[in-house]
């Protein structure tokens, strides 16, 4: 698990496909790996990895085809920069909210415009995942934690603070390039429960408090 805090914004040394699946190698910047392991989880942009190599510089982790097919993992080239969070420890701040890092799907940068000191961002999302976002609800985007400003149809709108846009990858985002989506978790559960029947053990007050009812 993650909270959709990023750490630090790295960047690709190589790709190596190997099989058909992809080994990624990552220049991990000002990320302190002392305390990461092989076998431990860290979050490339929004995507769930597993280092399977460790030195000096970064790591490196395998990207199977089903993580290629789902993210923007499989588009990347050498130099290009990905926002870094390690796993979430226990004792850690949630500054963010909960995030599995487990790509839901691919998204749009629509538009880009000033407000004040900040920037308003407008995402085109895939039909099927629209349903799962709500108005100030959470999102994460290439692994970073945000909360929707508003929902029209199939789009949704963020406020980036200059902080968020100095420390990860939005800064070098432009209108039409695609992003890694995750859905907040509650609203996949609450799907599953709806469908299978739940509905009457939830509350009608909490649902539309979240947006769901």
Same mark, same amino acid.
């Given at each position: 698990m993650f909270t959709g805090i990023i750490q630090s914004v790295g960047r690709i040394r190589s790709l190596e496909r190997r099989g058909g699946d992809v080994r %990624?190698?990552?220049?991990?910047?000002?990320?302190?790996?002392?305390?990461?392991? %092989?076998?431990?989880?860290?979050?490339?942009?929004?995507?769930?990895?597993?280092?399977? #190599?460790?030195? #000096? !510089?970064? +790591?490196a982790a395998d990207v199977s085809n089903e993580t290629l097919s789902l993210t923007s993992l499989g588009g990347l080239a050498s130099?290009?920069?990905?926002?870094?969070?390690?796993?979430?420890?226990?004792?850690?701040?949630?500054?963010?909210?909960?995030?599995?890092?487990?790509?839901?799907?691919?998204?749009?940068?629509v538009s880009i415009s000033a407000d004040a000191r900040s920037q308003r961002w407008t995402f !085109?999302?895939?039909?099927?995942?629209?349903?799962?976002? #709500?108005?100030?609800g959470s999102i994460c985007i290439d692994g970073t934690s945000l909360t929707v400003?508003?929902?029209?149809?199939?789009?949704?709108?963020?406020?980036?603070?200059?902080?968020?846009?100095?420390?990860?990858? +939005?800064?070098?985002?432009?209108?039409?390039?695609?992003?890694? %989506?995750?859905?907040?978790?509650? #609203?996949?559960y609450i799907e599953r429960l709806l469908g299978a029947g739940a509905a009457p053990k939830l509350d009608e007050a909490f649902l539309k408090s979240h947006g769901f009812a």
């Open positions: %990624l190698s990552i220049d991990t910047a000002d990320l302190d790996l002392s305390d990461v392991k %092989l076998g431990d989880s860290i979050a490339v942009s929004g995507c769930c990895l597993t280092a399977v #190599a460790i030195d #000096a !510089q970064g +790591f130099g290009d920069a990905v926002n870094l969070e390690k796993a979430l420890r226990l004792s850690d701040r949630l500054g963010g909210h909960l995030v599995s890092g487990h790509v839901d799907g691919l998204g749009k940068v !085109q999302v895939p039909d099927e995942l629209a349903r799962y976002i #709500a108005h100030k400003n508003e929902v029209e149809g199939s789009r949704f709108g963020v406020n980036l603070i200059p902080h968020t846009v100095a420390h990860t990858t +939005f800064a070098d985002r432009r209108p039409g390039d695609a992003v890694n %989506l995750e859905v907040d978790v509650v #609203a996949r």
